[in-house]
T-cell receptor
Framework: QQQVKQSPQSLIVQKGGISIINCAYE??????FPWYQQFPGKGPALLIA?????SEKKEGRFTISFNKSAKQFSLHIMDSQPGDSATYFC???????????FGTGTRLQVFP | KAGVTQTPRYLIKTRGQQVTLSCSPI?????VSWYQQTPGQGLQFLFE???????NKGNFPGRFSGRQFSNSRSEMNVSTLELGDSALYLC????????????FGPGTRLTVL
């Protein structure tokens, strides 16, 4: 019940296209859902996050869509760029804790 | 504002040794969490510290321990190292426990031979 399932494992997108990564969870006590971006040799960087009382959050080219009833959330990267090529992790945590449960990661490659 | 710093960045040890890793959180951040990242298991939560107290612990053996100091800096220790402990150890900080917004350091790459 503590798992966060992430798909796809890898994604190849052409420059200018839309990248979509999906995550699903079981634990209804999760109340914070961040996405992290990680480049090789670096630590994960917080990209965008959402709470269950909101169905969508947009920051620049990055959008989180959240479906509370389906217990799913997704990251959309609009106008994908080669510089977006990285591994993306979804995560979830329970209120009053900093313990993050991470998905397995999606390796995104954006080709010119 | 300086980010989360971790020292050392790289470490090579042999089986049976012990190791101590250090983490300095972002200035003003009082909560520190540690994670282990491996290709096989992904990112796994180790522990969470706030106000010098361990608030949460992941599913790791007792060989993994940590502590937090009054200035919020944190250390983690792994005793009796095993080959499987080879991993990237990441530290993350947030303003306070449960604030949620966590920022990660660059990690310490531990190799156990």
């Amino acid at each position: 019940q503590q798992q966060v399932k992430q798909s796809p494992q890898s994604l190849i997108v052409q420059k200018g296209g839309i990248s979509i990564i999906n995550c699903a969870y079981e634990n209804t006590a999760f109340d914070y859902f961040p996405w992290y971006q990680q480049f090789p040799g670096k630590g994960p960087a917080l990209l965008i996050a959402i709470r269950p009382d909101v169905s969508e959050k947009k920051e620049g080219r990055f959008t989180i869509s959240f479906n509370k009833s389906a217990k799913q959330f997704s990251l959309h990267i609009m106008d994908s760029q080669p510089g977006d090529s990285a591994t993306y992790f979804c995560a979830a945590s329970v209120e009053n804790t900093d313990k993050l449960i991470f998905g397995t990661g999606t390796r995104l490659q954006v080709f010119p | 504002k300086a980010g989360v710093t971790q020292t050392p960045r790289y470490l090579i040890k042999t089986r049976g040794q012990q190791v101590t890793l250090s983490c300095s959180p972002i200035s003003g951040h009082r909560s520190v969490s540690w994670y282990q990242q491996t290709p096989g298991q992904g990112l796994q939560f180790l522990f969470e510290y706030f106000s010098e107290t361990q608030r949460n612990k992941g599913n790791f053996p007792g060989r993994f321990s940590g502590r937090q100091f009054s200035n919020s800096r944190s250390e983690m220790n792994v005793s009796t190292l095993e080959l499987g402990d080879s991993a990237l150890y990441l530290c993350a900080s947030s303003r306070r426990q449960g604030y949620n917004e966590q920022f990660f350091g660059p990690g310490t790459r531990l190799t156990v031979l």
